[in-house]
Nanobody, 125 residues
Framework: QVQLVESGGGLVQVGDSLRLSCVAS????????MGWFRQAPGKEREFIAA??????????ADSDSVKGRFTISRDNGKNTVYLQMNALNPDDTAVYYC????????????????WGQGTQVTVSS
C-alpha cells in the first residue's frame, strides 16, 4: 500500500495562491489514480479533484466552490501529485488530504485505499 505525505499548506490572505504537494512512496505511483479532498471543521470530507495515472482528463468537483480556481496535476517521475489553488477565500479553509486508489469512483472517498495525514490551509480575511 502506498504511503502519502502532503505539504504546502499554511496561513494565507484572501486572494492568495498555494500549491499543495503529495509525495508517494512504497508503491508504483503510476499504478494509482490520485485524488484531493478537504475537510473543514464540522463538515464532511469533500471531493476536490482526481487525476488518472496518465494525467489525462482530470475530474473536478461539480460545485462552483473550486471549479476554475483549483488545478490538479501529477509528475510520475517525482511520485508527486499537486493541487494548485488560486484566488483563495475563507471558505477554502480546511485540512487538505491526498488519496490514492487503484480503481475507484473518483469522487467517493470510501473507495480510496491510502490517505495522507493532511495539511492545513487557513485563509484569513
Amino acid at each position: 500500500q502506498v504511503q502519502l505525505v502532503e505539504s504546502g499548506g499554511g496561513l494565507v490572505q484572501v486572494g492568495d495562491s498555494l500549491r499543495l504537494s503529495c509525495v508517494a512512496s512504497g508503491g508504483r505511483f503510476s499504478d494509482y489514480e490520485m485524488g484531493w479532498f478537504r475537510q473543514a471543521p464540522g463538515k464532511e470530507r469533500e471531493f476536490i479533484a482526481a487525476i488518472s495515472w496518465s494525467g489525462g482528463m482530470p475530474d473536478y468537483a461539480d460545485s462552483d466552490s473550486v471549479k476554475g480556481r483549483f488545478t490538479i496535476s501529477r509528475d510520475n517521475g517525482k511520485n508527486t501529485v499537486y493541487l494548485q489553488m488560486n484566488a483563495l477565500n475563507p471558505d477554502d479553509t480546511a485540512v487538505y488530504y491526498c488519496a490514492a486508489c487503484s480503481i475507484c469512483t473518483p469522487f467517493n472517498p470510501a473507495e480510496y485505499d491510502s490517505w495522507g495525514q493532511g495539511t492545513q490551509v487557513t485563509v484569513s480575511s
